[in-house]
């Protein structure tokens, strides 16, 4: 049973729109929450976190919700540009722990 | 300064067949983590390793073993070989702390089983 989840496989978006990511879970012992994206060919690299204390964070064109009572968070990058085509994954994790749960990942495509 | 290292990139085996993959981290890092990534399913932790001399079980440790060598090195072997381990496979290390700490990921290694 996945305890992460993003239930869209993938997203296409305009270059210079809004370009939203979904993430749901389902563990209400999660308090920290990742987003990584991976190009082809390469390993995940950290984009944004948030901890449950927080319902946003921001960081240049990215911000990351957090709805603790919907157990829901969203990425959203603004303007979205080309080279932000990748995989993005949601990762959530326990207090002091470092077993990280991925969910499927979501592949967004950004056309000029 | 490398991050995470992995050896093999690509590699095929047969079934049955025995194979390490190595990971090396050049970042101090206490904490080190094997996954693996399928189509659909994201990546899921194999084992991981929270300080040298340690080892534990993650999600889906069956047909794995680990060794970490070191405080640099951290390696997987599979001892027979299966189709179901068709699979990319990566690295990652984090330094330890009171809380949560960021996963520095390598390049992955692709292993096909026929």
């Known amino acids: 049973d996945q305890q992460v989840k993003q239930n869209s496989p993938s997203l296409s978006v305009q270059e210079g729109r809004i370009s939203i990511l979904n993430c749901d879970y389902t563990?209400?012992?999660?308090?920290?929450f990742l987003w990584y994206k991976k190009y082809p060919a390469e390993g995940p690299t950290f984009l944004i976190s948030?901890?449950?204390?927080?319902d946003k964070n921001e960081d240049g064109r990215f911000t990351v919700f957090l709805n603790k009572s919907a157990k829901h968070l969203s990425l959203h990058i603004v303007p979205s540009q080309p080279g932000d085509s990748a995989v993005y994954f949601c990762?959530?994790?326990?207090?002091?722990?470092?077993?990280?749960?991925f969910g499927a990942g979501t592949i967004l495509r950004v056309k000029s | 300064n490398a991050g995470v290292t992995q050896t093999p990139k690509f590699q095929v085996l047969k079934t049955g067949q025995s194979m390490t993959l190595q990971c090396a981290q050049d970042?101090?890092?206490?904490?080190m983590y094997w996954y693996r990534q399928d189509p659909g399913m994201g990546l899921r932790l194999i084992y991981y390793?929270?300080?040298?001399?340690?080892?534990d079980k993650g999600e889906v440790p069956n047909g794995y073993n680990v060794s970490r060598l070191n405080k640099r090195e951290f390696s997987l072997r599979l001892e027979s070989a299966a189709p179901s381990q068709t699979s990319v496979y990566f690295c990652?290390?984090?330094?330890?702390?009171?809380?949560?700490?960021?996963?520095?990921f390598g390049p992955g290694t692709r292993l096909t089983v026929l």
């Open positions: 990652a290390s984090s330094a330890n702390g009171g809380s949560y700490n960021e996963q520095f």
């Open positions: 563990n209400s012992m999660f308090d920290y």
């Open positions: 948030i901890s449950s204390i927080k």
């Open positions: 990762a959530a994790v326990m207090e002091y722990g470092n077993k990280l749960v």
């Open positions: 970042m101090n890092h206490n904490s």
């Open positions: 390793s929270a300080s040298e001399g340690t080892t």
